[in-house]
Every structure is written in structure tokens, then in C-alpha cells.
């Protein structure tokens, strides 16, 4: 479904991607996992069109979506959830939303938000309430609930149990597989790995902006090195 | 008492010493009022923050205001209609001024407000708006005011895209020291184009706009057609902020790369933001040209991109209703404290002051509060 060759990205004189090629398959889940500055997140960014590359391909679908802008990455099929939740707090619920769908037409959204509700109750329940105002676990859930309004094939979370509660980590992993049940594809992207490879059906290791290692995450979870590294045993 | 009091409390002092400069001037006695007055303010604030009564009776007279939009509306449109006929010349030459103002205000708004850019020399798109006017009516008298009015706004609205696509591609303050160097630009072109725009003497009578045989002389008249105005654009104002559009700016003010990341067209948008508010400046200063019948380069200084920045500011950024308050309060306030205009911007930075500290997000407050009340009732039984 979705395929990067020899991915290359810059900030400037620095290379935070150097030449990353991981594949996603329709309907699995995904991981990437790495260390802080490993490029986790600028590879989500390099997809979803929000920073341009320098070199390498992006195909997703068979068409190539490399420095395509982020608002016809978008209209394909592909939703990024970004780092830090981003929920834009002035708006309420239902209009963050709403914004979510922004590419839809006028006469789908009112199903759609009904469906994305139905998804999470607890959302309706706080429908009409400015968006600043919610929990920090109700936003990252409005920030996943509002990159799904557009009917995404492919939704990519970046670090969503970042700064929750256990209970909290929970249930946005919950949710996650749920989303996959749907038929969903998932590129997930965690520090939290050992609960990421939980769930994740392959995982890739990034390390300064380069893959290291891949597998199925079972594979993954028992290798010494992802251990020591990553999993903290 | 803990540090966010303290603070407070120092704030509020400095504040109201600075206020009380001017009054030293006339009489070291007057003083004494203004404090006490302060003071008796603040202690009643206290109260009616705390007391149970005070906060049900606000917040039914919010909800109320709020549910009742309409009628509401309604109301002050109906005092601002009957305001000219029982006052004198002079004070309907005020509440016009404030009206030009309030158009003003409401179409910053939008870029500074709405999608969070700041502009600092929007009086460029006014004064582009006025000498388009001035030179086709009075300089080379080519049409009417009725065909130069909407050239106007279009003359600013071009200037703000062609100063918008290299411009917005900026962020914070580095765009608004380019919006500032361009209202500077306007001025000084203003100032040296001789042929066009009359140089530093201005363009002389620019004629007063008529229906056939019928013409706005009368400053009664003349306020009712700024009145209209002012109406229309609030009116397309307050219907694109509840809008796809006016999500989108919100949603970019609050967060461009997750407003990106949903597939909005993020400079696109700046773009339609920026130059919306440029066209309603123009129209603007068409308006302030034929009620002036003269312009000259020195009624769009600096000192007047802040003062509408200031009312938006004050009135509650993002909120159409709080630009019209902001530009009745420093334009009809400042008329009235006539005597103490050398201490104008004294005051003025007192009280900005004293808003960031106290309620930073202006005296209505910005628009999504308003608009969660405004649901709810919708909702309820």
C-alpha cells in the first residue's frame, strides 16, 4: 500500500533521513520505533507532504506521492495525526471535527461525524465544549477522531500515548486495534515499544535516520538488541 | 497573598498612576476621584467574581444576550440608527468616525483575529482605498463615487495579494515587520508621487456621494450610508466566521501544521484572509475620502495601523462584535477626554496594559465561548 525507497530528508545542512525504505501493507499495523532525533517523525512528515524530501521515492497506491502538497496527500487516502496532540483548542468539538472533514463533501459529513462518534462515545458527550478544554487523553482521542474524518486508508499516529496515564495508554491502544478491525492501515510511531510491538504486526527500528533492523513484531520484541535498547530489559 | 496577586495588584497601581497623569496637570486634588473611582471598581469586581449572585445574574445576562442574538442585535442597531437624529453635527461627525473605525477593526480582524497574522500597516489598505477614490472622482474626476467605491476596495485588495504572496510565506514577526514596511511604502509613494496624488498637499474636494438628484451633504445622511456599510460587512463577517472558511482560519490560527495536516490548503487560505481584509480597508477609505472631501498622507501614519490594531485587541481578538466595541471606545472615549489628548497614548498604553494582564483575551472575549453558550441554548430544552 504504501512503500518509501531510499527515503532522504533535510533540515537544512542536517539529514534527518538517510535513505529509509520500509514498506506498509493494506490493513496491518505498522511501528516505527527509535530513539529521539532516529527520524521516526520526520518520516511521517516526509509522507504526509508536511516537509519536503531530498531524494528517494514515496509510492502509496501505485502512485507516486513524494513533495506532493499536504492538502492532495490528504485528498488520496492518507491522514497524519501529528506529534503533541494539536487539537485547535478555540474550536469545539463538533468543529474540530468538522475540520477533520474538511475535504469531504458537504452532503457525507454529518454520517461521517456519527460514525467517528460512534467510535468515541466520549466525544459526543463533550460535543459542544471547547476543544482547550478537554483532558489531555480526551484530546489525543479528538486528535485521532478528527484524522479519521476524512476516510483515511491510511492513518499514521505520531507518538499518540505521549504524556498520558497508564489507563489512558490503554485505551488509546485499544482503540487502535480497533480501528485496524475496521480495515484500517495503521503507521504507528511510539517511544512507548514495548506496548507499540504489542499490537503492531511488523515493526522497523530506526537509528539516526536510518532503518537498522525489521520484522514481525513478535521477532522484534525478542531480539536482544531491540531489548536492551528500546524495551528497557 | 500569593505572586499572581501581587503581580496584579502591581500592574493595577501602575496602571491607574499613569492614568492619573494627566489629571496632575489640572489639579494635584483630581487625583483623589480617579483612585478612589479605581479602587471602588476593583473591590466590586472582586466581589462580583466571587459572589454567588453576581456570577448567576452575569452569566443569565451573558446566556440571555447570547440566546437572544437577534433581538440583541436588533437593539443596537436600532440606537445606532437613531443616534443622529438628537445629536449635534459634531457628535454625528464622531459616531461616523467610529463607524469608519469599526469597519476598519472588523476587517483586521479577520487576518489578525481569525487566522492569527499579525498586520501592523493596515492603514496602507485604507489609504490605497481613499486616494483610489480621491483620484478617480475628485483628481481626474473619471467616474462616480458609486464605480469608485467597489475599484477601491478591489485597488486594496490587489495590494494585498500582490504584498501577500511573497509576504505570507513569512511567520509572526517577521511578517509583521513586512506589513509594516508596507505601510510605511504606501505613505511615502503617497508623499512623493506628485502627479497622482497630489504629494504631501493631498487630493482637494472630493465630493460627497449622491442617489440621482439626491446627495449624502448632511452629516445625518452621510452617517446612515456608513451605517449600512458597516452593517454589510459585519454581516458577511459574522456569516464567514460560522463558516467552512472561518473554521479553516481558526483552525490555522490555532495550529497551522495539524490545520495542514487535515488537508487545508494552508497558504491559500492566508492569502483569501489577507486580501478580504485589504478590500474591506479600501472600502474603508473610499468612505473616510468622500466624508473628508480631502486626503492628504498624513491622516494614515503609523500611529493609526496601531490604533485600529489596539481596538481589536481590546474588543477580543477574533470577535466581530468586540472590534465594533474597541473602535467605539478609542474613537468616541478620546473625544470626549478632549483636554487630555496629549496624554492619549499614555492612557491607551495603560489600558493595554492592563488588559494583557487582566483579561487577555480582550473585553468580549473571543468567539468560541460566545459560540459553546450559543450551542448549548440551541440544544436544551
Not at chain 1, 41 to 61: C, D, N, R
Not at chain 2, 94 to 119: D, E, H, K, M, R
Not at chain 2, 222 to 248: E, K, Q, T
Not at chain 2, 288 to 309: C, H, M, N, R
Request: a positive charge; one cysteine or more; hydrophobic letters at 50%.
Amino acid at each position: 500500500m504504501l512503500r518509501l525507497t531510499d527515503l532522504e530528508l533535510r533540515y537544512g545542512p542536517i539529514r534527518a533521513l538517510k535513505g529509509v525504505t520500509l514498506d506498509v501493507a493494506a490493513g496491518e499495523i505498522v511501528t516505527l520505533i527509535g530513539a529521539n532525533g532516529a527520524g521516526k517523525s520526520s518520516t511521517l512528515k516526509a509522507i504526509s507532504g508536511i516537509h519536503g524530501t531530498s531524494g528517494g521515492s514515496i509510492v502509496f497506491a501505485g502512485r507516486r506521492i513524494d513533495n506532493l502538497p499536504p492538502h492532495e496527500i490528504v485528498a488520496l487516502g492518507i491522514s497524519h495525526c501529528p506529534e503533541g496532540r494539536r487539537i485547535f483548542g478555540d474550536l469545539s468539538v463538533r468543529e474540530n471535527l468538522l475540520m477533520g472533514g474538511y475535504l469531504l463533501a458537504k452532503h457525507e459529513m454529518a454520517g461521517r461525524l456519527d460514525e467517528v462518534l460512534g467510535l468515541f462515545p466520549r466525544l459526543g458527550e463533550r460535543i459542544h465544549q471547547a476543544g482547550g478544554t478537554l483532558s489531555g487523553g480526551e484530546q489525543q482521542m479528538l486528535a485521532i477522531a478528527r484524522a479519521l474524518m476524512c476516510k483515511p486508508g491510511l492513518l499514521m499516529l505520531d507518538e499518540p500515548s505521549l504524556g498520558l496515564a497508564p489507563i489512558m495508554v490503554e485505551k488509546i491502544f485499544e482503540t487502535i486495534v480497533a480501528l485496524k478491525q475496521t480495515g484500517l492501515t495503521v503507521l504507528l510511531v511510539e517511544q512507548n515499544a514495548g506496548a507499540a510491538l504489542e499490537i503492531s504486526d511488523r515493526g522497523y527500528v530506526l537509528e539516526i535516520g536510518q532503518v537498522t533492523l525489521s520484522g514481525t513484531s513478535a521477532a522484534l520484541r525478542d531480539d536482544q538488541r531491540v531489548a536492551q535498547a528500546y524495551l528497557g530489559g | 497573598m500569593n505572586a499572581r496577586n501581587l503581580r496584579h495588584d502591581l500592574f493595577f497601581y501602575l496602571g491607574i498612576l499613569l492614568i492619573c497623569v494627566p489629571f496632575l496637570k489640572i489639579h494635584t486634588l483630581y487625583v483623589l476621584p480617579v483612585f478612589l473611582g479605581a479602587w471602588g471598581l476593583r473591590r466590586f469586581a472582586d466581589f462580583a467574581g466571587e459572589n454567588r449572585l453576581m456570577v448567576t445574574l452575569r452569566e443569565r445576562t451573558v446566556n440571555s444576550v447570547l440566546a437572544h442574538r437577534r433581538v440583541t442585535v436588533g437593539l443596537i442597531l436600532a440606537v445606532a440608527l437613531l443616534i443622529p437624529l438628537g445629536a449635534s453635527d459634531y457628535l454625528i461627525e464622531v459616531f461616523t468616525s467610529v463607524i469608519l473605525y469599526a469597519i476598519l477593526a472588523t476587517a483586521l480582524n479577520i487576518t489578525v483575529g481569525l487566522t492569527g497574522v499579525l498586520v501592523l500597516g493596515f492603514i496602507g489598505f485604507y489609504a490605497v482605498g481613499a486616494y483610489t477614490t480621491g483620484i478617480l472622482t475628485a483628481k481626474f474626476a473619471l467616474c462616480g463615487f458609486w464605480i469608485a467605491l467597489p475599484l477601491s476596495g478591489l485597488a486594496a485588495m490587489l495590494c494585498g495579494i500582490l504584498l501577500g504572496i511573497p509576504a505570507l510565506r513569512l511567520r509572526g514577526d517577521y511578517l509583521a515587520v513586512v506589513t509594516l514596511g508596507f505601510g510605511e511604502i504606501i505613505r511615502i509613494f503617497l508623499t512623493n508621487l506628485n502627479g497622482l496624488t497630489g504629494g504631501p498637499n493631498g487630493i482637494l474636494g472630493i465630493k460627497r456621494p449622491s442617489f440621482g438628484l439626491f446627495t449624502l451633504d448632511h452629516p445625518r445622511d452621510f452617517y446612515w450610508f456608513a451605517l449600512a456599510v458597516l452593517s454589510l460587512v459585519i454581516l458577511i463577517v459574522a456569516r464567514l466566521v460560522d463558516s467552512r472558511y472561518g473554521r479553516a482560519w481558526i483552525a490555522i490560527r490555532e495550529n497551522e501544521m495539524a490545520a495542514g495536516a487535515l488537508g487545508i490548503n494552508v497558504f491559500r487560505k492566508h492569502l483569501l484572509s489577507f486580501s478580504l481584509s485589504a478590500f474591506f480597508g479600501g472600502i474603508a477609505g473610499s468612505l473616510f475620502a468622500v466624508k473628508q472631501g480631502f486626503i492628504s498622507p498624513d491622516s494614515f501614519t503609523f500611529y493609526e495601523s496601531v490604533l485600529i490594531l489596539c481596538m481589536v485587541v481590546l474588543g477580543g481578538i477574533g470577535n466581530v462584535a468586540g472590534s465594533v466595541t474597541g473602535a467605539l471606545l478609542l474613537i468616541a472615549a478620546p473625544e470626549f477626554l478632549r483636554e487630555f489628548s496629549l496624554y492619549r497614548m499614555l492612557v491607551f498604553g495603560a489600558v493595554m496594559i492592563a488588559f494583557m494582564v487582566f483579561r487577555p483575551s480582550g473585553l468580549l472575549g473571543s468567539r468560541v465561548i460566545a459560540q459553546e453558550i450559543k450551542d448549548r441554548a440551541d440544544d436544551g430544552p
